[in-house]
């Protein structure tokens, strides 16, 4: 009898605490409204944790001090899938954010489904040349259908870490490895004991490296076509595999974004000599690194080649006009010529201005760290990833072949692949 | 009777019955329809595509195995978690400060987040700085790479489950050992029944209603797996820890594929309902009710 009491008590102070935490939300909002100082509130999720996560609440913060008539509120949604999962809900429910990041891959499929803005119209009312500023290859990933959906931002590409010291140590050149074949036998070469000379997450990401540096691509021009399984496409997988089978390189467990924590990890503790991972760690590694640590391009094949990633700023179609025009304030202070380059000397990220490179004070930053240059440079052989509104399981379906093909390898490459390729063009149609 | 007497019971299970239309009853009818239809989540038009998600389901290799997948994870779950609860209840059943501290050390899984436990689990079974291989290396087994590896992934996500359940499981089965009247004991031992016999004929028997409970429960609760896979292998690697749940996620709301991971929801719904038949059919006239 006690218990039903003390029970039924305890649930009748929660009921009357919601109903009072209801009706007084809902007057805090009323009073908003008819307040005096009309600022237009505007939310932003983003979705890179850590240093530059802090970073980037931190610009958002300056942005309100430094204007009044915006209010944004940022907030970090987890990596950039939980974030995406996270904002079509939203939408489905109609709560979602006025501006978000999403991952260049995952444009199409976001602009497809109409959740995005166009942004042409905002971009014409600025002065002329205003686009022009923002790097070429920063923005194949932008448009779909002829419209312009999204603004570079967090921007990045694959680099080749090198740990100088221990190359030097083996004799090697420390510049590091140019070609593939060169990347072998370095990796051969400071392979001892514990020690690996290279690895790299098996990731998508680093795929469409190596078949841009071999000649291929994922999709065909338009993005109707598999074309992965050519002999351009297969090689890069027997490569990994040759190289795994002989033990010149680690491939790191774990799954998605995990193996590129380990990945890092093992170069930081001195287990692995040379990885592949995205510029954005560059000023950590930097950081936590006891060694001193080189860039390069990614060894060629037939050629240079990387696709770019990371994510670009979109505005959501679902806003209203007036939050629409805040949040697009709000982009081109984000990546404005002064941000843009801050950002990157924060985090590694590139900038997305060419005003924002060649300022004075990048140029200075860059003559100091040297390593930040490389990225830009590499840029020159930067190829866009593939846009086609169904990528972002085809290319769970890719990841999922070549990790088979790798750790089986009794498993021969094209035929992983041809499975892939089979599925793939399931959801091109 | 009054008319406020009549009412009265329907107004005071109003609240439950209106939280059960609303959360439960409501959104099984709406996934139902949305199984038919092909959707993205936002757009504003459902096409209506009558069976085709059921019928690719069903044709999907990956489906294949994911069922497959789910189906020996709970197997495994159930007869291992529950295979281990009863020896270490029928241990525990005693008084005694060691008996009590263990049953607290067991039992402490339980009541952490599922997300800590996985994570913790991840850096415990890490291939290079992980405890398990450091602690394995001692006995003279061989590093593993647990998690990483397409053969072991099952068992190690099996091996977390366990860990985190077989407190709570051990708690109902200490709790029904109690309840099992001593006077039939002392009358076995008059007997001078054997120690086997007892468990078998006594022990077992009066503890079956126990047993029968978790059965159900954990079968219920393995099929429906999710955080551990989502936090420590995604699925992967190649798809061997890819299950139900989770591949319902996957599509949802990382592949915008809302019809299709809704017929797989229904299925869910339909497997579940099969499997407590099932377990009710089959075995409710053996468990022994007093």
């Not at chain 1, 990041?101 to 971009?123: R, T």
């Not at chain 1, 037939?302 to 806003?319: Q, R």
């Not at chain 2, 190649?238 to 017929?263: E, H, L, P, R």
Request: net charge negative; aromatic share 14%; hydrophobic share 45%.
């Amino acid at each position: 009898m006690f218990k039903k009491t003390v029970l039924s008590i305890v649930l009748a102070t929660t009921m009357i605490f919601t109903m009072i935490g209801c009706s007084s939300s809902a007057g805090e909002a009323g009073d908003t409204a008819a307040g005096e100082n009309k600022k237009v509130e505007i939310e932003f999720w983003y979705s890179l944790g850590g240093d530059t996560g802090n970073f980037i609440e931190a610009m958002a913060n300056e942005f309100n001090n430094v204007q009044d008539n915006i209010k944004v509120t940022a907030t970090y949604q987890g990596d950039y899938y939980e974030n995406h999962a996270k904002v079509m809900a939203a939408i489905a429910s109609n709560t979602q954010p006025d501006i978000t990041m999403v991952e260049i891959a995952s444009i199409a499929a976001f602009a497809d489904a109409g959740a995005l803005e166009a942004l042409d119209e905002y971009a014409a009312k600025e002065s002329a040349g205003f686009l022009d500023d923002y790097v070429t290859g920063l923005m194949s990933n932008s448009y779909w259908k002829n419209n312009l959906y999204a603004m570079p931002f967090a921007r990045s590409t694959p680099l080749l870490y090198l740990n100088v010291d221990m190359l030097k140590a083996n004799g090697l050149n420390p510049a590091g490895p140019k070609t593939w074949d060169e990347l072998q036998e370095f990796a051969r070469t400071m392979t001892k004991d514990n020690v690996y000379g290279f690895a790299t997450p098996i990731d998508i990401w680093f795929y469409e490296a190596l078949t841009f540096q071999n000649g291929g691509n994922i999709l065909s021009e338009d993005g109707t076509q598999a074309i992965f399984n050519s002999k351009e496409g297969v090689e890069p997988i027997e490569f990994w595999q040759n190289m795994i089978k002989e033990g010149s390189m680690k491939m790191p467990p774990g799954e998605k974004y995990n193996a590129w924590d380990v990945a890092r990890q093992d170069f930081v503790n001195q287990n692995v000599g040379m990885i592949f991972t995205s510029t954005g760690s560059l000023k950590g590694l930097l950081e936590q690194s006891e060694f001193e640590v080189g860039t390069a391009f990614l060894p060629a094949k037939k050629d240079f080649g990387v696709p770019t990633g990371g994510a670009n700023l979109v505005v959501l179609s679902k806003s209203s006009d007036e939050k629409k025009q805040a949040a697009w304030e709000f982009i081109k202070y984000m990546t404005s010529t002064e941000n843009s380059g801050l950002f990157s000397k924060a985090t590694g990220y590139m900038p997305v201005r060419t005003s924002s490179i060649n300022s004075a004070e990048m140029e200075a930053f860059y003559k100091e760290y040297p390593q930040f240059t490389v990225a830009i440079n590499q840029l020159d052989y930067a190829k866009r990833r593939p846009m086609a509104p169904g990528y972002r399981e085809l290319q769970e379906i890719i990841m999922k072949e070549i990790q088979r093909a790798v750790i089986d390898d009794t498993m021969s490459p094209q035929d992983a692949l041809n499975t892939a390729a089979e599925e793939a063009q399931k959801l091109l149609k | 009777m009054s008319f406020w007497d009549r009412v009265k019971p329907y107004v005071m299970v109003s609240p439950s019955i209106t939280v059960f239309l609303l959360f439960f009853i409501y959104p099984i009818m709406y996934l139902f329809f949305l199984s038919f239809t092909s959707w993205n989540l936002i757009s504003l038009t459902k096409t209506f595509v009558g069976i085709e998600n059921y019928v690719e389901l069903l044709k999907s290799p990956q489906f294949h195995l994911v069922i497959k997948n789910t189906v020996l994870y709970t197997f495994l779950m159930v007869s291992i978690s529950i295979g281990l609860a009863l020896p270490t209840a029928l241990w525990l059943n005693k008084r005694g400060f060691l008996h009590k501290f263990t049953q607290g050390v067991i039992f402490t899984p339980h009541i952490i987040s599922l997300v800590s436990i996985s994570l913790v689990w991840m850096w415990i079974m890490d291939p290079d700085y992980g405890l398990l291989n450091w602690v394995m290396g001692f006995v003279g087994i061989p590093p593993s790479k647990w998690l990483a590896n397409p053969k072991t992934a099952l068992i190690s996500l099996v091996v977390v489950g366990v860990w985190k359940t077989l407190g709570y499981n051990t708690l109902v089965l200490i709790a029904g050992l109690q309840s099992i009247p001593k006077d039939i004991y002392e009358a076995a031992e008059l007997d001078n029944a054997s120690k086997w016999r007892n468990f078998y004929k006594i022990t077992l028997p009066m503890l079956s209603p126990s047993l029968f409970f978790l059965l159900v429960i954990s079968t219920i609760a393995s099929f429906k797996v999710f955080d551990t896979i989502n936090i420590m292998t995604q699925g992967g690697p190649i798809d061997t820890t890819n299950m139900i749940v989770f591949f319902i996620y996957q599509n949802a709301f990382d592949f915008f594929k809302i019809g299709y991971a809704s017929a797989a929801g229904v299925l869910l719904v339909i497997f579940l309902g099969l499997m407590t038949f099932i377990h009710f059919k089959l075995l409710a006239n053996r468990v022994h009710y007093r």
